[in-house]
């Protein structure tokens, strides 16, 4: 069964600098999302996209945040400048058309210090 | 109001036992319902969509009251690989999909 792909597994960075989380979606999925679950708490809607473009966004998603498709593959979330808060799982997620379930992929640890 | 609000629980049951959980969420004008399963510091897994008429998938079964916008999940002759915190989430149709979660619902089934 095709997967939704995460790449580090676990980032650990110092506050301040930049991170790129990666994800692959599933190829002939549509729609790609990301979101955070801090450890403890909920899972956490951050952005959404869909056809080269962020198609919503939430409060947590600032502008510190940016997503980009470089490629016919690749998804990615940028985080500029880390924050110890920012410390958290990132799930990407993919479907291939509207109101189908979602599937994640097996998240990124990151951890800031 | 929560937008999705679970029972945090936990719900500690015995091997073979039935066990219900129910998920409330706020938003009248939601049109997706799932239930996913987490284990612990790993991604949520799809356990089930959840359709108007009720949904059945081998122990579980789902079901969904508009009218009183809940959804729930039972889950019979428990095993302890169920063992997990199990996530309802919901979506807006024409939100791009973009899933609320509640907070999760923990079982641990027991021998």
């Known amino acids: 069964e095709p997967e939704v792909t995460q790449t580090p597994s676990h980032q650990v960075t110092q506050m301040g600098q930049e991170v790129i989380l990666r994800c692959v979606p599933i190829?002939?999925?549509?729609?790609f999302y990301w979101y955070r679950q801090i450890l403890g708490q909920k899972v956490e809607f951050l952005v959404s996209f869909y056809n080269n473009e962020i198609s919503e966004k939430s409060e947590i998603f600032d502008d510190q945040f940016s997503v980009e498709r470089p490629d016919g593959s690749n998804f990615t979330l940028k985080i500029r400048s880390t924050k110890l808060e920012d410390s958290a799982m990132y799930f990407c997620a993919s479907i291939g058309r509207d109101n189908q379930p979602q599937h994640f992929g097996d998240g990124t640890r990151l951890s800031i210090l | 109001r929560k937008e999705v609000e679970q029972d945090p629980g936990p719900f500690n049951v015995p091997e073979g036992a039935t066990v219900a959980f129910n998920c409330t969420y706020s938003n009248s004008a939601s049109q997706s319902f799932f239930w996913y399963r987490q284990d612990c510091r790993k991604e949520p897994k799809l356990l089930m969509s959840?359709?108007?008429s009720g949904n059945e998938d081998g122990r579980f079964t789902a079901q969904l009251n508009r009218a009183s916008q809940y959804i729930s999940l039972l889950i019979r002759d428990s095993k302890l690989s169920d063992s997990a915190t199990y996530l309802c989430a919901v979506g807006l149709s024409g939100g791009y999909n973009k899933l609320i979660f509640g907070a999760g619902t923990r079982l641990a089934v027991h021998p």
């Open positions: 190829s002939n999925h549509l729609y």
């Open positions: 959840v359709y108007s």
